[in-house]
């Protein structure tokens, strides 16, 4: 059984969590949290096709230059080589999960 309470824990970018919940080389599945005025860098994924789900918040994903608002128990899939960057622009915390596969791993271009 696994939970964001008993999975491994990371930190990214500016102070944003992660959790694994499944890390394989074939999938992977993390729940993440980005406090208010967070973001990630704006990249692609070669070969790794990805869905963001959210759980709380709104998350906000510019996917090709398309500005994208997602709402709690809304998603998102984002094929490979598209070029995307979340972000939480509200004044409140935002935790999703993003299912990658296979894993980008090693298939991420930061632009």
């Known amino acids: ?5 008993n999975a491994e824990h990371y930190v990214w970018g500016d102070s944003c969590d992660g959790w694994y919940l499944v890390n394989r080389q074939d999938m992977l599945i993390i729940h993440e ?6 973001r990630e860098t704006r990249h692609f994924h070669s070969v790794s096709r990805q ?34 960057q979340a972000r939480n622009d509200s004044g409140y915390p935002v935790e999703f999960l993003v299912i990658s596969h296979p894993t980008p ?5 930061d632009l």
């Open 33 to 38: 949290k980005m406090p208010p005025d967070t």
């Open 105 to 109: 791993r090693g298939d991420r271009t």
């Open 51 to 84: 869905f963001f789900f959210v759980l709380q918040g709104v998350l906000t994903m510019e996917l090709e230059g398309e500005k994208h608002e997602i709402n709690a128990q809304q998603g998102l899939e984002i094929a490979p080589g598209l070029k995307h």
């Open 1 to 5: 059984m696994i939970s964001k309470e």
